[in-house]
């Protein structure tokens, strides 16, 4: 037997059209079950009087024609058609078109009026084929009500994009009408499936389906075909980067005697980071290079090679990578520019260099990168002066190398959590950020990963390794190019497309990573997974020392979505005791009529065991002051701790102070901001990733 959706597809493809017809696409919606007004096609007045008499009427008439896509632009719908009208409405419809082919008029019954909304899929560059939701008619325009899914859809995506849109509270009930929310949710789960099963079909547009109080039908359904039949993408190899973060020996080819030189440059990283591997650096004019041993080429090194950092000028990196092949060396980081990112030519040099890569197993990162840092062998690949190692638990994917010289300067002067692992994509000619991904997901001193992306070249891969990923640790991605302007900015830095930005955001949503738009942003974040356990809910206590900071902080938690936690009758009591009478207690809480009765010690001690003890207290923030003729206050550490609560600082007033302070709370292993906002920011993210992980967790 053959597949009804299959021939429709065959059929059109024979007629050389693209475009299915509406009579078809209902076909394959009955198919696969989805309800829609019916699919008849009447080539003869008589026959369309005769279809109408038998669907009953009202009825619909609509052209059908392989040339005219927007029906009802093109004058080709009549609506709600009476039985003396049918015969009427055919001939008019006939002769307006007798200069089109036209294939016939569709007859189906008049669809009693209902909310009407859109259900769409597409396929994007990046993310492969994309689920989309809207309201339908004018609300579309006005409201801008779509959301966005990556197919496959989970049964929760396709709630989670109808919740999304603006103007939800429609399908839920409004003034008499409300939608039957399931009856859609199975729509959204069917084209999701018909999209997967059928690489064909490219956009499928569901445009208006009908939602009733009780059911949905569709009333009009375009698609349209893929061009040429997808061609099967070659599985990219799985290989082990072991040596890729943690090589027991590497050749830097390109070394150089000269300080300054990138070649120099790697090597003096190395010998004052003291990396614990072998050093061979590759030159056919040095004999050594600061004290270690030089080579012509890689292949004459007498020892087992790890790992080759490439810095030669580009024009000979095919030579060099064949050099690597011969000696069997595993994997590569190409450090040096000129390739893709650059020009054409550049493009092929780097797909001769990859070729020849693949063939021989290697592995490579970059080119036109920093590379690896790592501070637990002390490697790094980077050219950049490094002087510090401070290792600690965060990890970090950036597509700029700019990553591990100035802003990892910046990280490490400024910031107290220490850093796992760097890894500096580059072009991303053959490593890309999922194969990163899946290495960091089993690595033991990462608990929270931070990315930087411009762009994805298989969006799909990542957001499959992502999800994973999500179920162990965190992810906190800034992703930049989103913006048309951005994008083309990204199109000539890094040679990469970028996705657009609804669509990337939806991703996002769907792995359970935490989306931030600046580097602010992203270490702010970056910080509170860091240091602190993840918050059981979202219901937050915030304690300031002024009223105005409370307004704020209650504001940044609504727009957040954090919750101020509802305070025990005991939480009440023992504040009560530290506040004046005429002072109201609520949350956030305004500590300075407590502060000045007890002063710091008390005022804050005696609140902030009381709101950690709440069990209705999810999450603390607490704002602190260090002014030069007052005592900072410093707070019982043991005491946070045991509450397995996050608990997160603000600490304003001298500069001076702020920075001793913040470096004594960080010290002890709590985040600080340098507002009440920020550190709200930082807690709804962790707040929300929780509720992810509950949400995947949970049957
Ligand atoms: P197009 O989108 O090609 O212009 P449609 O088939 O969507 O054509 O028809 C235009 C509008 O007419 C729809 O948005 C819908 O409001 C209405 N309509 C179309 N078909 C029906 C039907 N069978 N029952 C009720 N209304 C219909
Ligand atoms: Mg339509």
Request: charged share 25%; aromatic share 8%.
């Amino acid at each position: 037997m053959t597949d009804p959706i299959e021939e429709i597809i065959v059929r059109a493809r024979r007629e050389q059209r693209l475009y299915l017809l509406e009579h078809e696409c209902k076909a394959i919606l009955k198919s696969i079950g989805v309800p829609s007004t019916s699919c008849l096609v009447a080539k003869s007045e008589e026959e369309a009087v005769s279809m109408s008499e038998a669907i009953g009427y009202p009825v619909v008439l609509k052209i059908l024609s392989p040339e005219i896509i927007h029906k009802s632009d093109a004058g080709g719908v009549k609506l709600n058609l009476g039985r003396e009208e049918v015969k009427g409405a055919y001939s008019e419809l006939i002769a307006k078109f007798k200069d089109r082919h036209v294939v016939g008029v569709s007859v189906q019954e008049m669809a009693k009026p209902g909310l009407e909304v859109i259900v769409g899929a597409m396929r994007d560059a990046t993310f492969g084929p994309v689920l989309m939701f809207g309201l339908g008619g004018v609300f579309v325009e006005v409201l801008k009500g779509v959301s966005f899914r990556v197919i496959p859809v989970a049964e929760r995506d396709a709630q989670e994009i109808m919740e999304e849109i603006k103007g939800y509270q429609l399908l839920q009930g409004y003034r008499g009408q409300s939608a039957d929310v399931a009856s859609l949710r199975d729509i959204l789960l069917k084209v999701s499936d018909l999209v997967m099963a059928y690489p064909a079909i490219k956009e499928v547009d569901l445009n208006p389906v009908f939602a009733y109080p009780k059911g949905s039908l569709v009333v009009d359904a375009r698609m349209i075909l893929e061009e040429a039949p997808p061609r099967e993408i070659a599985a990219v190899p799985k290989t082990d980067l072991t040596a890729v973060f943690e090589p027991q020996s590497v050749a830097v080819i390109g070394a150089s005697a000269t300080p300054g030189k990138v070649g120099f440059n790697i090597v003096d990283n190395l010998l004052r980071l003291g990396y614990e591997g072998e050093v061979y650096p590759v030159n056919p004019r040095a004999e050594e290079i600061l004290g270690f041993k030089a080579y012509p080429t890689v292949d004459q090194i007498p020892h087992q090679v790890d790992m080759a950092i490439i810095a030669t000028p580009a024009r000979v990196a095919v030579d060099v990578m064949r050099d690597c092949a011969r000696k069997g060396i595993k994997s590569a980081i190409i450090i040096s520019s000129g390739f893709a990112e650059e020009s054409e030519e550049g493009r092929r040099l780097e797909e001769e260099v990859v070729a020849i890569a693949r063939e021989a197993g290697i592995r490579i990162l970059g080119p036109n990168t920093t590379g690896i840092f790592n501070p637990e062998n002390k490697f790094t690949s980077s050219f950049i002066p490094v002087d510090r190692v401070a290792s600690g638990n965060v990890a970090f994917i950036a597509q700029t190398g700019l990553f591990l010289g100035v802003l990892f300067e910046h990280i490490l002067s400024s910031q107290h959590f220490g850093i796992s692992k760097v890894a500096g994509m580059g072009n991303k000619a053959d490593l890309d950020d999922a194969d990163i991904l899946e290495y960091l997901a089993r690595d033991a001193q990462t608990k929270v990963v931070a990315m930087y992306i411009e762009g994805l070249s298989d969006g799909r891969r990542f957001l499959k390794v992502a999800r994973e990923v999500t179920r162990e640790k965190p992810i906190v991605v800034l992703k930049s190019g989103t913006t048309e302007a951005g994008a083309e900015v990204a199109l000539s830095h890094t040679a990469s497309l970028a996705g657009r930005a609804e669509i990337f955001d939806a991703a996002c949503k769907q792995a359970g990573i935490s989306r931030v738009h600046s580097f602010e942003e992203l270490l702010d974040v970056v910080k509170g997974f860091s240091f602190l356990p993840l918050p059981r809910g979202n219901r937050v206590a915030v304690i300031h020392y002024t009223g105005a900071a409370c307004v704020i902080a209650a504001d940044a938690c609504q727009r957040e979505g954090l919750e101020l936690a509802e305070f025990s009758p005991a939480t009440v009591k023992a504040l009560g005791e530290i506040t004046p009478t005429w002072h109201r207690i609520r949350n956030p809480i305004d500590l300075w009529p407590a502060i000045e009765r007890h002063w710091v010690d008390t005022a804050y001690g005696v609140a902030i065991e009381a709101v950690l003890r709440d069990e209705g207290v999810d999450a603390l923030v607490v704002s602190v002051f260090a002014m030069p003729r007052w005592k900072t206050y410093k707070p019982d550490f043991d005491l946070l701790r045991a509450s397995g609560k996050p608990v997160l600082f603000c600490v304003e007033g001298n500069e001076e102070l702020v920075r001793k302070a913040t470096a004594r709370v960080e010290g002890q292993g709590f985040p600080v901001y340098p507002q009440v906002n920020r550190a709200v920011f930082a807690l709804s993210h962790l707040s929300k990733y929780t509720h992810f992980r509950k949400k995947t967790t949970s049957p």
